[in-house]
């Protein structure tokens, strides 16, 4: 595989920030503005972040869909709904209920895919293990990305779990801090590649001072080009598409950051052809 073949593609970790007005979006914001539409113009999917919170309705996600019917191949990944990843109550009126409110994206052919983010404190354990492998029998035919966020699963016994069950390991950039996962460039060839960006606030990771604190960063040209090399390196090990995802959505950070990765991707590119 040539880096000509390599195929990216960026997004934004949701689309619903109050302090997106007058940074990302205009403001005021003229009649029937669609925030959703907006970004498709720009960008390539989005991270739905509302599904992890409550499941909506299929009349919603119908809605998704219609918002951004006239905008060829733009797509969605929806994050699993913390049942599934934190609670660890997975059952079957949670599957069905999710299933349900996924299947407009599906009949669409909007849904690129699951996300299953799991919490730092969910550590690599037997038990654990098989936790994850019961994602795919609640979603048999539909690409899943894992995300992990404590060192102890990068390990190879667990690349070959995900391997075997058809799930995508997730590459996530995050704060360094204690046995918090780095970032990495792997791949299990689940048929997609995905990056996650969260942002190095060391200060802020773990201080509980709410959301927009934790995901308030502003990556440097220098650390958007290492994350290219990563990117590039993941790509090379299939002919998948690399999804990658601005979660540092603090001020419009994320949009910022992933306008200037995509120049940064499109010159190392052009550079090795």
């Known amino acids: 595989m040539t880096d000509s073949d390599l195929s990216f593609r960026l997004g934004t970790a949701g689309w619903s920030y109050a302090d997106w007005q007058g940074t990302v979006y205009p403001r005021p914001e003229p009649p029937g503005f669609s925030p959703l539409r907006f970004l498709a113009e720009i960008f390539d999917f989005v991270e739905v972040n509302t599904t992890f919170y409550r499941i909506p ?36 009126s949670l599957n069905t209920a999710f299933n349900q409110a996924i299947q407009p994206l599906r009949e669409a052919g909007r849904l690129a895919g699951i996300l299953a983010q799991y919490p730092y404190s969910f550590h690599c354990t037997q038990t654990n293990l098989v936790g994850v492998g019961r994602l795919r029998e609640f979603f048999p035919d539909i690409p899943v990305a ?3 966020r404590h060192r102890t699963w990068n390990r190879d016994a667990t690349l070959a779990f995900l391997r075997d069950h058809g799930l995508c390991w997730t590459n996530i950039d995050q704060p360094r801090i204690s046995r918090s996962l780095p970032l990495t460039s792997l791949s299990t060839r689940s048929g997609v590649e995905y990056i996650r960006l969260h942002g190095r606030n060391v200060s802020e990771w773990f201080s509980g001072s709410g959301r927009d604190a934790r995901y308030d960063y502003d990556y440097s040209v220098t650390e958007l080009k290492e994350i290219a090399r ?4 993941v790509g090379s090990f ?19 950051n992933l306008k200037t990765l995509k120049q940064i991707l499109e010159a190392m590119v052009a550079q090795n052809q």
């Open 57 to 92: 309705s299929p009349r919603l996600t119908q809605g998704w869909v219609r918002q951004v019917r006239d905008v060829s191949g733009f797509m969605f990944w929806v994050k699993l709904n913390r049942g599934f990843t934190h609670d660890n109550s997975p059952d079957e």
């Open 146 to 148: 894992v995300e992990f």
């Open 230 to 233: 990563a990117a590039v390196r």
């Open 238 to 256: 299939s002919k998948a598409p690399v999804f990658i995802s601005g979660n540092n959505h603090y001020k419009g950070q994320a949009v910022r």
